[in-house]
């Protein structure tokens, strides 16, 4: 499957998250249901940089959790029929292996392992200057799809 690019308005398409909490800036490449490429460019101008931490601003791995996270959504929100629908995160396990500073540029690598019933399961890499800065291994939920395969609650 070829791929294709998206803009910071284009992600809006595909992506529920606004300003402040759009944690990408554009996509180089996604192959829906496979994977994803881009980054998201973070200058001293960012909300989160002046208080963590005055003085050494760097980046919340919260949220660099949240920015892969958001790019493997792309993954499966690329794909016609879940264009734009909500999403949850359902677990993340992740690994910090330097500080994100202002000035940076965040390049994401998402990969996705499995996708059914409404369940996707991903890895992403975010790197700075080349060298790895934060691994994750993620699982994110589509609610509106997943609810059709939990098991229904009886009536009392």
């Known amino acids: 499957m070829k791929g294709f690019s998206l ?5 809006q398409e595909y992506l529920q ?10 996509v180089d490449e996604v192959i829906p249901g496979e994977s994803v490429k881009g ?3 973070l200058t001293l ?8 931490f005055p003085g050494a601003p760097i980046m919340p791995g919260v949220l660099q959790v949240e920015s892969l ?3 493997l959504v792309v993954a499966i ?9 909500a999403t949850r995160i359902i677990s993340v396990s992740s690994n910090f ?15 996705v392992n499995s996708w059914k019933h409404g369940v996707v399961k991903g890895v992403g890499i975010g790197y700075t200057n080349g060298t790895i ?4 291994e993620m699982v994110i939920s589509m609610p509106d799809i997943l609810k059709q395969y939990l098991p229904k609650k009886e009536d009392k």
């Open 7 to 11: 803009n910071y308005i284009e992600l």
């Open 17 to 26: 998250h606004r300003f402040p909490f759009l944690m990408i800036d554009h």
């Open 39 to 41: 980054y998201k460019n």
């Open 45 to 52: 101008n960012e909300w989160f940089f002046p208080p963590h």
């Open 69 to 71: 996270s958001q790019m």
């Open 77 to 85: 929100t690329t794909l016609p029929e879940n264009k734009g629908k």
């Open 97 to 111: 292996r330097k500080e994100v500073l202002p000035g940076d540029k965040l390049v994401i690598d998402i990969k």
């Open 133 to 136: 800065a934060v691994e994750a």
